[in-house]
């Protein structure tokens, strides 16, 4: 079975700093790549999503992610955050059937 | 759009008490999807249904029975709670092909067993 593996449960930042959040899975074989954002006591909404061509994905928000197959790694990048990005954030990975999974999350805390 | 609707949103049950969450989604998805999602473990897929008429389990089915009886209901049971089941669980829906298969999240249940 696919793994998802979020590397840092916590990422703390000031605002305007630039962020990368980690994500690596097990899978060698293909895989649809996903990020998506949890505000708090909401559901998760898609932040980008890699299915084929250019390896550096742009999602919402100013937010972007590089697929990377030779290190199996989806991490996600955003050049100055905001106080508003404070969320937690889950990679996921699709593999056959529609069947998608999560990371753990990465909650990140943008500090004034 | 409503997209996916789940309810209801806040319950506390006692420790032997049954009850069902109810998903509906109007975007004629075949897939549906309930996950829970609990602290530092992320979302683990409970059951899962690929259409009317059809469910299987996923990651922790253990405790839950659901029904998908019609496609855009899908119905989460727990038939005898326990404290373990304390959680937020999150009703999810996706096309089988198309639209490159982004899956699509209600707003959580958070259930309470005491």
């Known amino acids: 079975a696919q793994s998802v593996t979020q590397l840092d449960s916590q990422v703390p930042v000031f605002e305007e700093a630039p962020v990368e959040l980690r994500c690596n899975y097990s899978?060698?074989?293909?895989?649809?790549l996903f990020w998506y954002v949890q505000y708090p006591n909401q559901g998760l909404q898609l932040l980008l999503k890699y299915l084929s061509g250019s390896t550096l994905v742009k999602g919402i928000n100013g937010f972007e992610a590089e697929f990377n197959k030779s290190q199996t790694s989806f991490h996600l990048r955003k050049p100055s955050v905001h106080i508003s990005d404070t969320a937690e954030y889950f990679c996921a990975v699709r593999e056959n059937f529609n069947k998608f999974y999560f990371g753990s999350g990465t909650k990140l805390n943008v500090k004034p | 759009n409503a997209g996916v609707t789940q309810t209801p949103k806040f319950r506390v049950l006692k420790t032997g008490q049954s009850m069902t969450l109810l998903c509906a989604q109007d975007?004629?998805?075949?897939?549906m999807y309930w996950y829970r999602q609990d602290p530092g473990m992320g979302l683990r897929l409970i059951h899962y249904s690929v259409g009317e008429g059809t469910t299987a389990k996923g990651e922790v089915p253990d405790g839950y029975n659901v029904s998908r009886l019609k496609k855009q209901n899908f119905l989460l049971g727990l038939e005898s709670a326990a404290p373990s089941q304390t959680s937020v669980y999150f009703c999810a829906s996706s096309l089988a092909w198309g639209e490159r298969n982004t899956i699509y999240f209600g707003e959580g249940s958070w259930l309470t067993v005491v």
């Open positions: 899978s060698s074989v293909s895989v649809y």
């Open positions: 975007m004629n998805h075949e897939y």
